[in-house]
């Protein structure tokens, strides 16, 4: 297993431009989402899914969007970047979310994403 | 809201000592709480799941423990290597209707070889 792949794994935007980052897994999970790391304030969640066709907003959600039209792959859309949202994204992945082991969550390298 | 804190931010230890890292979080409705590993530049990697019926996890030279009703966790490194340096984060999953990982910033380990 590939286990959670996201790529680029780096990116340079200039302010206005859109993206996509995208994220696949291959273990079959039903839940992911997506947080972004700045220093100092841990990770932060953006958006998340819990199953193809469903998406929810998480704690900091503005300036972005997703959809989850199969099991496997759920991208992250940049609609106008600002300087504001440079950052480490990571996606993440996990069975359920029910708190037994099945919840462990397997997370992808990161974007480092830089917006000048 | 579920706050998760750590302390300390920084920790630095000779090769072999035995050491704790904490984790608090102020609610205590939680169905769990994770230990994760994140190496420089890297994603986090999953190291221990404690699920809230539990008191403690165990593997190889980690335990981890949770104390649900004083809201602490603790994870143990026995033995410590300079492999182990690394930054350690915890993560509760609260067990109401919007069950989303709230993390902890974090304790950034150092063993000194």
């Known amino acids: 297993n590939a286990g959670v792949t996201q790529t680029p794994k780096f990116q340079v935007l200039k302010t206005g431009q859109s993206m996509t980052l995208q994220c696949a897994q291959d273990?079959?999970?039903?839940?992911m989402s997506w947080y972004r790391q700045d220093p100092g304030m841990g990770l932060r969640l953006i958006h998340y899914?819990?199953?193809?066709?469903?998406?929810d907003q998480g704690e900091v959600p503005n300036g972005y969007n997703v959809s989850r039209s199969t099991t496997e792959d759920f991208p992250l859309r940049l609609l106008s970047a600002a300087p504001s949202q440079t950052s480490v994204y990571f996606c993440?992945?996990?069975?359920?979310?029910?708190?037994?082991?099945?919840?462990?969550?397997?997370f992808g390298p990161g974007t480092r994403l830089t917006v000048l | 809201k579920q706050e998760v804190t750590q302390i300390p931010a920084a920790l630095s230890v000779p090769e072999g000592e035995n050491l704790v890292l904490n984790c608090s979080f102020t609610d205590s409705a939680i169905y769990n709480l994770q230990w994760f590993r994140q190496d420089p530049g890297k994603g986090l990697t999953s190291l221990l799941l404690i699920q809230s019926s539990q008191r403690e996890q165990t593997s190889g030279r980690l335990n981890a423990s949770l104390d649900k009703s004083s809201g602490r966790s603790t994870l143990y490194i026995a033995a410590s290597q300079p492999g182990d340096s690394a930054t350690y984060l915890c993560a509760v999953r609260p067990s109401g209707s919007a069950r989303q990982l709230t993390f902890g910033s974090g304790t950034q380990l150092t063993v000194l070889p």
């Open positions: 993440a992945s996990s069975h359920g979310t029910s708190g037994g082991p099945t919840d462990t969550q397997y």
């Open positions: 899914s819990v199953g193809a066709g469903i998406t």
């Open positions: 273990m079959n999970h039903e839940y």
